[in-house]
């Protein structure tokens, strides 16, 4: 398979699911797979453990690779492997007839784990003859019986050691090391949804008080959070955040604090509790103000029987910050073009729209006639939106995230419409439509 299909499979597994709504976070519960094994287990006997280094042992015979190469995916480790010699970039090996592929989010560097029952993601592929692996992941195991990983990396050098098994008894075991310069992302979060990096912080200061919003999701903007899955706000009085423990049971009623959660996807799972109406919550917070912007916050609450932690030191961005409006483009691998028009089909229930393109191609997109209300939505949230374009078909059941935004002004017959995937497509439009009932 060419080398876009498997930087689709390594996007899907890694990237951002990242959301379900958009963006980029591994928020939804993982369920383990099963194949033929589906209560998991490990290899008995680790071959990688005994490998020299750029090595690896294919059903028993080892060999050495002659191309390692790193790369970083979103804010996931990853290294690509290649028995063939001079290959000088971690792409250019993706495209090697044979290669094995490994990655893991930042949660799983310097963990051995099981890949039958590890619920944080992680992805192996491998293109190797007779060790064939489309993509292994937390829900995707059906492909072998048997693995276990250890990812380690320190002073810029990222060395990878797995043993798998595959269906059928073949085993795959190998021992990468290569150099990259990478800044692992430390900073945690975790909710009903489990442990997850936490990609995003937002703060906000004013008369007073200060108001702090954490997600796992890879957005970029305030207004960006009503397209992530899942994420955890703080508010309190800002003489609280100053670097000591606050117990949230003892704040007096007057005082400022609320603490909540809100998931975009299934709201039952939202909450808020104040410091008026404490609900049974119970645990505290440690937050320090450092600079304008910058602060370390240790979050440690229990609600429902469930714990919402923060673990986080570094700069958040300001709710102030609109996201750049550009308007009548698209950027697609790359390479920007110009949308000259647009055309919108209305069905009872689900609307088509038509871009075209100024090198004569179009964009296709479905979306309920809801969604053309000026909300951002993310694939998650409807099985008909979709953006087709260049024979792919970005939607939620062709695993992809993606951020889709339509307002349609009925009386002056305008749309505008923007999407992104967060990898090689990008669009925005915003002008007069034809219309089709």
Same mark, same amino acid.
């Given at each position: ?70 790369? @970083? /995916? =979103?804010?996931? +480790?990853?290294? #690509? %492997? ?7 970039? *971690?792409?250019?090996? !993706? ?32 293109? @190797? /003859? =007779?060790?064939? +692996?489309?993509? #292994? %992941? ?7 019986? *048997?693995?276990?990983? !250890? ?287």
């Amino acid at each position: 398979m060419a080398m876009k299909r498997y930087i689709y499979y390594i996007l899907v597994a890694l990237c951002s699911l990242t959301l379900a709504a958009c963006g980029g976070d591994d928020d939804a519960p993982i369920t383990p797979g099963g194949g033929d094994n589906p209560g998991g287990g490990v290899v008995e006997t680790p071959v990688a453990a005994d490998l020299d280094v750029n090595s690896y042992a294919l059903a028993g015979e080892v060999a050495e690779f002659g191309s390692v190469k790193a790369m @970083m /995916v =979103g804010d996931n +480790l990853s290294i #690509v %492997a290649t028995p063939q010699a001079g290959i000088a970039s *971690a792409e250019e090996i !993706l495209e090697c007839g044979e290669f094995v592929y490994g990655a893991v989010n930042p949660l799983l560097i310097g963990k051995e784990f099981d890949l039958m029952t590890e619920q944080s993601l992680y992805t192996f592929i491998s293109t @190797m /003859v =007779g060790a064939e +692996l489309e993509s #292994v %992941a937390p829900d995707l195991t059906d492909e072998i019986e *048997a693995g276990t990983a !250890l990812f380690t990396y320190q002073n810029s050098v990222l060395n990878v050691k797995a043993d798998l098994t595959l269906v059928g008894g073949v085993t795959l075991s190998f021992h990468a090391e290569t150099t990259i310069e990478a800044v692992i992302n430390e900073n945690v979060i975790s909710s009903i949804y489990g442990e997850k990096p936490l990609r995003a912080a937002f703060y906000l200061e004013e008369d007073g008080v200060t108001y702090l919003y954490f997600t796992p999701a890879g957005i970029s903007y305030f207004e960006e959070l009503s397209i992530a899955t899942w994420y955890l706000y703080l508010v309190a009085d800002s003489s609280l955040l100053n670097g000591e423990q606050v117990d949230i049971t003892a704040i007096d009623e007057d005082t400022p604090f609320i603490f909540g959660m809100v998931d975009n996807v299934d709201d039952s799972n939202s909450f808020e509790v104040a410091s008026a109406d404490i609900q049974g919550a119970s645990g505290m917070f440690n937050i320090k103000r450092n600079g304008e912007g910058d602060y370390t916050a240790i979050i440690d609450i229990t609600y429902g029987g469930a714990s919402f932690n923060v673990a986080f030191t570094g700069e958040c961005v300001s709710a102030n910050v609109q996201m750049p409006v550009e308007q009548n483009y698209v950027v697609y691998e790359g390479e920007k073009l110009n949308l000259i028009g647009a055309s919108l089909i209305k069905a009872e229930s689900v609307w088509r729209v038509e871009l075209d393109v100024d090198n004569g191609t179009t964009i296709m997109v479905t979306a309920p006639a809801t969604f053309f209300d000026g909300n951002a939505r993310g694939f998650s949230q409807s099985a008909d939106l979709t953006v087709s374009y260049e024979g792919v078909t970005y939607s939620k059941a062709n695993g992809y995230s993606g951020t889709f935004t339509a307002l349609y002004d009925e009386s002056g017959e305008t749309l505008s419409l923007s999407f992104t995937n967060y990898d090689n497509l990008e669009l925005s439009y915003a002008g007069s439509v034809t219309i089709n009932e």
